[in-house]
T-cell receptor, first 110, second 113 residues
Framework: KNEVEQSPQNLTAQEGEFITINCSYS?????LHWLQQHPGGGIVSLFM???GKKKHGRLIATINIQEKHSSLHITASHPRDSAVYICAVSKGGGADGLTFGKGTHLIIQP | KAGVTQTPRYLIKTRGQQVTLSCSPI?????VSWYQQTPGQGLQFLFEYFSETQRNKGNFPGRFSGRQFSNSRSEMNVSTLELGDSALYLC????????????FGPGTRLTVL
């Protein structure tokens, strides 16, 4: 079983819809990261969080440490949000670099 | 501030050859991590360097190695290339080691024929 699980694997939605991507992990962590990868490979760090909630523009990330679960929300989705969203964790003690989920492929149709 | 740069961006090699990839971190960042991304395995951690020392290493064979220079630039080397080494190799820099906020480079796409 993977240490970081994401759902759904694929998501297609209409422009304007509210999007939720989920991430569950099974190891102790020092932080959880949400990353965005566009076609061509470039990866951008969206959030790094260890508790609570963070908001940046139309993006919101939450984490529940007790339940080992995080969600990434996109409000008023737009076709430019189409990308692969990847959840990753930094394990406790800073060991082993980042451990990644398989990613969620999001397509927003106009 | 300039972002993370990686060279070369694309590389084609044949089995058995070796390859060296380069990564220049954001100015002031002393931690550089390397990752391999393949369609089958996704993103996997290779190793992390901080202040010229390897801090952590992922589960990869010894054919994969790296180093970091005093200016924080890093190189990774893969010897005796195999077809399965075809992948996107990404480096990321951060101000603090051990999984802090990471800034990724554009990657080097390696194809092994």
């Amino acid at each position: 079983k993977n240490e970081v699980e994401q759902s759904p694997q694929n998501l297609t939605a209409q422009e304007g819809e509210f999007i939720t991507i989920n991430c569950s992990y099974s190891v102790g962590i020092s932080a959880l990261h949400w990353l965005q990868q566009h076609p061509g490979g470039g990866i951008v760090s969206l959030f790094m969080l260890s508790s609570g909630k963070k908001k940046h523009g139309r993006l919101i990330a939450t984490i529940n440490i007790q339940e080992k679960h995080s969600s990434l929300h996109i409000t008023a989705s737009h076709p430019r949000d189409s990308a692969v969203y990847i959840c990753a964790v930094s394990k406790g003690g800073g060991a082993d670099g980042l451990t990644f989920g398989k990613g969620t492929h999001l397509i927003i149709q106009p | 501030k300039a972002g993370v740069t990686q060279t070369p961006r694309y590389l084609i090699k044949t089995r058995g050859q070796q390859v060296t990839l380069s990564c220049s971190p954001i100015s002031g960042h002393r931690s550089v991590s390397w990752y391999q991304q393949t369609p089958g395995q996704g993103l996997q951690f290779l190793f992390e360097y901080f202040s010229e020392t390897q801090r952590n290493k992922g589960n990869f064979p010894g054919r994969f190695s790296g180093r970091q220079f005093s200016n924080s630039r890093s190189e990774m080397n893969v010897s005796t290339l195999e077809l399965g080494d075809s992948a996107l190799y990404l480096c990321a820099s951060s101000f603090t080691p051990g999984g802090g906020e990471q800034f990724f480079g554009p990657g080097t796409r390696l194809t092994v024929l």
